[in-house]
């Protein structure tokens, strides 16, 4: 699924699929499109901010490099914990009522980071060596 539709929508349509291969419950859904809006999120952190904190290959040797895998370790566990629990319960007015909990926190957070954060920290491309 994900090479057959074009890039931009590759990674909606994936999750898209797999929520309805699981069935029709609301959860499922809830889960796998917000797993969507977190993996798109996740991409951008990677290709924006990573090469600031580790800008080469022995710089995750480090002690900021093992800082970084320890604090996205954990950022991941929350999420799937705060993403996993629509899937969980599969009702759509418990998953809403715990977001509701979290103040949907977290699905503003990945929001932003897809608009803010490729224009705060532009990409910055490397120059070409002419001989």
């Known amino acids: 699924m994900y090479e057959r539709v074009p890039a931009s929508i590759a990674t909606l349509s994936s999750f898209t699929m797999s929520a309805i291969w699981h069935g029709f419950y609301p959860g499922y859904y809830l889960t796998f499109i917000s797993c969507a809006l977190w993996n798109e999120s996740a991409k951008v952190m990677r290709r924006h ?18 800082i970084y895998g320890i604090v996205t370790t954990c950022l991941t ?4 914990n705060y993403l996993g629990h629509p899937f969980n319960v599969q009702s759509f007015d418990k998953s809403i009522n715990l977001w509701k909990y979290w103040g949907f926190a977290p699905h503003i957070v990945a ?15 490397k120059a070409v060596k002419k001989d």
């Open 111 to 125: 929001t932003t980071i897809l608009f803010v954060v490729p224009a705060a920290f532009p990409i910055k491309k």
């Open 77 to 80: 566990m929350m999420s799937l």
């Open 49 to 66: 901010i990573r090469p600031l904190i580790l800008p080469n290959k022995e710089a995750e040797a480090s002690i900021m490099g093992n």
